[in-house]
């Protein structure tokens, strides 16, 4: 697992850096008299979008009843940022085989919240984008899917049967049948964390959180001179890039994302230079910053890991 883990971190690097190289060669001549000062907000701003995240972590663990101290939750946490690059980042399941190994605490339990979490993410997200088909009328077509999708996923996890029976009919085969059980554990787990109390204070949180990156792209873009874009527009487009993105099931959403914030800066009247440096610095400190912190704390979680492993092989070695 960790093997495949670091490929896909490496994969998702190099495609990241084909789509970037035309454009770092002149990155210098680009950036001429941005702000810097923004990138470094966009940066704190970011970190502020992953401490509200924690809190509503904490909240998930509270409602599954799993209690760990807090320094290490908010090192799970962080390291599953690690994984934020995965198709829908649904590879942030790391995190509960972290709980795992260093909590002995169930995979099953904790797994159903990294899916709330992507779910109230969506929402968020989506909240936030049809402010914009309201006003500008931005990616109207692109806001009606998600919609649908996310309207469609509440429908399965507030009408039990159909899901179960679409359950046991994808756990038929003999080779996926061991699944079943897992995941009907799975989905009665995640069907108690999206009820409508608890999906609501998910949500709530999530807004101002994922506002916080939408308020850093607006700081980066109109950091270039010159450049002028609404803090309401330049939220629309994070909000909508950000969700065509996980839509399109690419790892990070990469080349999806990128190209579709650079065309909507552009349409919205700015040079296509300065477009294209604004989405690469957003890109920078929001989805590469969370990486690399996750790396960081994924290389701290595993030492633990390894140390627990250790202390516990002490005693049966001595005995």
């Known amino acids: 697992m960790r093997r495949w883990i670091w490929i896909a971190i490496v994969v998702a690097i190099g495609v990241a850096a084909i789509l970037m190289?035309?454009?770092?060669?002149?990155?210098?001549?680009?950036?001429?008299?941005?702000?810097?000062?923004?990138?470094?907000?966009?940066?704190?701003?970011a970190l502020a979008n992953y401490a509200v995240r924690f809190v509503r972590w904490q909240l998930y663990l509270r409602h599954q009843?799993?209690?760990?101290?807090?320094?290490?939750?908010?090192?799970?946490?962080?390291?599953g940022l690690s994984l934020s690059i995965t198709p829908a980042k649904l590879g942030e399941l790391v995190k509960s085989y972290l709980?795992?190994?260093?909590?002995?605490?169930?995979?099953?339990?904790?797994?159903p919240i990294v899916i709330a979490e992507r779910v109230t993410d969506f929402i968020a997200l989506l909240l936030i984008a049809v402010l914009g088909v309201a006003i500008y009328g931005v990616e109207t077509l692109l806001v009606l899917i998600a919609a649908a999708l996310v309207g469609a996923g509440l429908v399965l996890l507030a009408w039990p049967r159909p899901t179960r029976a679409l359950i046991d009919l994808a756990t038929a085969p003999r080779f996926t049948r061991r699944f079943r059980a897992p995941l009907h554990e799975t989905y009665a787990g995640l069907a108690s964390l999206c009820r409508p109390r608890m999906l609501a204070l998910a949500t709530a949180l999530a807004v101002p959180a994922w506002g916080c990156e939408c308020v850093g792209f607006a700081a980066i873009v109109n950091a270039f001179p010159g450049a002028h874009v609404d803090l309401g527009l330049a939220a629309v487009i994070y909000a909508a890039t950000t969700i065509a993105g996980a839509l399109s099931f690419l790892p990070g959403g990469l080349g999806v994302t990128e190209g579709g914030m650079a065309i909507l800066l552009v349409k919205s009247r700015l040079d296509q230079a300065s477009a294209l440096d604004a989405t690469l610095l957003t890109r920078l400190a929001t989805l590469w910053f969370a990486v690399l912190l996750g790396l960081v704390c994924l290389a701290?979680?595993?030492?633990?890991?390894?140390?627990?492993?250790?202390?516990?092989?002490?005693?049966a070695a001595g005995a």
């Open 21 to 45: 190289v035309g454009d770092v060669r002149t990155l210098a001549d680009r950036l001429h008299g941005f702000a810097w000062r923004a990138f470094v907000l966009a940066l704190a701003l």
């Open 300 to 315: 701290f979680a595993r030492g633990r890991i390894a140390r627990r492993t250790i202390a516990a092989a002490e005693p």
């Open 65 to 79: 009843d799993v209690h760990v101290p807090a320094s290490s939750s908010a090192l799970v946490f962080g390291a």
């Open 99 to 111: 709980l795992r190994e260093l909590h002995d605490i169930p995979a099953a339990r904790t797994a």
